[in-house]
Protein backbone atom coordinates (compact mmCIF):
# COMPACT_ATOMS: atom_id res chain seq x y z
CA UNK A 1 0.00 0.00 0.00
CA UNK A 2 0.67 3.62 -0.80
CA UNK A 3 1.95 5.91 2.16
CA UNK A 4 1.76 9.65 2.13
CA UNK A 5 3.61 11.65 4.51
CA UNK A 6 3.12 15.34 4.84
CA UNK A 7 4.74 17.71 6.69
CA UNK A 8 6.04 21.46 7.08
CA UNK A 9 3.04 22.90 7.65
CA UNK A 10 2.59 25.32 10.76
CA UNK A 11 1.64 28.76 11.93
CA UNK A 12 2.32 31.87 9.62
CA UNK A 13 1.42 35.36 9.72
CA UNK A 14 -0.71 37.26 6.40
CA UNK A 15 1.25 37.48 3.58
CA UNK A 16 3.85 35.07 5.05
CA UNK A 17 5.12 31.59 3.40
CA UNK A 18 5.12 28.17 3.92
CA UNK A 19 6.41 25.19 2.06
CA UNK A 20 4.51 21.76 2.31
CA UNK A 21 6.49 18.89 1.28
CA UNK A 22 4.66 14.93 0.51
CA UNK A 23 6.65 12.11 0.71
CA UNK A 24 5.15 8.77 -0.66
CA UNK A 25 6.16 4.92 -0.90
CA UNK A 26 5.93 2.62 -3.80
CA UNK A 27 7.99 2.94 -7.16
CA UNK A 28 5.46 4.06 -9.37
CA UNK A 29 5.58 7.48 -8.05
CA UNK A 30 6.41 9.21 -11.36
CA UNK A 31 3.86 8.04 -12.96
CA UNK A 32 0.70 9.74 -11.16
CA UNK A 33 -0.81 12.89 -11.16
CA UNK A 34 -0.36 14.43 -7.31
CA UNK A 35 -2.94 16.54 -5.88
CA UNK A 36 -2.55 18.64 -2.95
CA UNK A 37 -6.37 18.79 -1.08
CA UNK A 38 -7.57 20.91 2.08
CA UNK A 39 -9.91 20.51 4.86
CA UNK A 40 -11.00 23.87 6.54
CA UNK A 41 -12.54 23.63 9.82
CA UNK A 42 -16.55 22.65 9.15
CA UNK A 43 -16.42 22.26 5.50
CA UNK A 44 -15.59 19.48 2.85
CA UNK A 45 -11.78 18.28 1.50
CA UNK A 46 -11.10 20.62 -1.56
CA UNK A 47 -8.81 19.97 -4.30
CA UNK A 48 -5.69 23.08 -4.38
CA UNK A 49 -3.63 21.70 -7.15
CA UNK A 50 -2.81 19.05 -9.42
CA UNK A 51 0.67 18.41 -10.94
CA UNK A 52 0.76 15.99 -14.25
CA UNK A 53 3.73 13.02 -14.66
CA UNK A 54 4.92 15.79 -17.50
CA UNK A 55 4.73 18.73 -15.07
CA UNK A 56 2.14 20.30 -15.94
CA UNK A 57 0.33 22.54 -12.91
CA UNK A 58 -3.28 23.56 -12.33
CA UNK A 59 -4.71 25.63 -9.39
CA UNK A 60 -7.90 26.77 -8.22
CA UNK A 61 -8.72 30.11 -8.62
CA UNK A 62 -8.41 31.45 -4.82
CA UNK A 63 -4.36 30.32 -4.66
CA UNK A 64 -3.35 31.03 -8.59
CA UNK A 65 -0.99 33.48 -8.41
CA UNK A 66 0.25 32.51 -4.84
CA UNK A 67 0.63 28.85 -4.80
CA UNK A 68 3.16 27.02 -6.41
CA UNK A 69 2.91 23.09 -6.76
CA UNK A 70 6.24 21.14 -7.74
CA UNK A 71 7.73 17.46 -7.64
CA UNK A 72 10.78 15.76 -7.55
CA UNK A 73 10.22 12.11 -8.72
CA UNK A 74 13.50 10.98 -8.08
CA UNK A 75 12.75 11.38 -4.02
CA UNK A 76 9.20 10.27 -4.51
CA UNK A 77 8.32 13.72 -3.51
CA UNK A 78 5.50 16.54 -3.75
CA UNK A 79 5.89 20.29 -2.54
CA UNK A 80 3.34 23.37 -2.25
CA UNK A 81 5.07 26.69 -1.60
CA UNK A 82 2.59 29.06 -0.55
CA UNK A 83 3.26 32.75 -0.52
CA UNK A 84 1.41 35.72 0.23
CA UNK A 85 -0.85 33.82 2.74
CA UNK A 86 -4.40 34.50 3.48
CA UNK A 87 -6.20 33.54 6.95
CA UNK A 88 -9.05 31.52 4.13
CA UNK A 89 -5.65 29.26 3.46
CA UNK A 90 -6.31 27.78 7.15
CA UNK A 91 -6.59 24.41 6.68
CA UNK A 92 -5.05 21.06 7.11
CA UNK A 93 -3.51 20.03 3.82
CA UNK A 94 -3.44 16.41 2.06
CA UNK A 95 -1.84 15.27 -0.95
CA UNK A 96 -2.61 12.42 -2.84
CA UNK A 97 -2.31 10.92 -6.27
CA UNK A 98 -5.08 10.70 -8.74
CA UNK A 99 -7.02 7.80 -8.70
CA UNK A 100 -6.69 8.44 -4.70
CA UNK A 101 -5.42 6.07 -2.55
CA UNK A 102 -4.82 5.87 1.33
CA UNK A 103 -5.00 9.31 2.97
CA UNK A 104 -1.99 10.74 5.23
CA UNK A 105 -2.50 12.57 8.43
CA UNK A 106 -2.49 15.52 6.69
CA UNK A 107 -0.88 18.77 8.18
CA UNK A 108 -2.16 21.64 9.91
CA UNK A 109 -1.41 25.74 7.98
CA UNK A 110 -2.64 28.72 10.23
CA UNK A 111 -2.86 31.68 8.87
CA UNK A 112 -3.09 34.67 11.58
CA UNK A 113 -1.79 37.10 13.36
Known amino acids: QVQLVESGGGLAQPGGSLKLSCVASGSSFRNYVMTWYRQAPGKQREWVAT???????NYIVSVKGRFTISRDDAKNALYLQMNSLKPEDTAVYYCNRVPNTNWGQGTQVTVSS
Open 51 to 57: ISSAGRT
